[in-house]
């Protein structure tokens, strides 16, 4: 009964065993070349400082909110894709769960622009 699925697992054990095993050796067999670079901070190219006012001070916080909405709004329209092969099969359920879609993405879009989330100042 469950002969059909044995392929699957055994597929996903080999791929946790070599992830484990992967993360287990490569302390032991990678490189160890340590020089002030790669022991430093990275933050964007910037080199951190502890005092915000020397060295032009870390980046605001609104980049990494843009990018995020930016991620989180393209992810959205990627689910438009599957629609738009499926729309004749799919037939009128498909196109009010779409418009719901396209709907719920809107108001999420009108909340964010609303609360300044897309300002760039």
């Not at 894709?81 to 879009?109: K, N, Q, R, S």
């Amino acid at each position: 009964m469950l002969d059909p699925y044995i392929p699957l697992v055994v597929m996903a054990a080999l791929a946790g065993a070599f992830a484990v095993g992967s993360v287990t050796a490569a302390p032991y067999i990678g490189p160890r070349r340590y020089n002030r670079a790669k022991l430093d901070a990275y933050e964007c190219g910037i080199e951190p400082s502890p005092q915000p006012i020397l060295g032009g001070g870390r980046m605001p916080v609104a980049y990494y909110v843009t990018a995020m909405l930016f991620i989180l709004f393209d992810i959205e329209m990627v689910f438009l894709y599957p629609f738009a092969v499926t729309a004749d099969a799919i037939g009128m359920f498909g196109l009010v769960e779409i418009v719901l879609f396209i709907a719920t993405v809107g108001i999420a879009y009108a909340y964010v622009w609303r609360r300044g989330g897309l300002d760039w100042n």
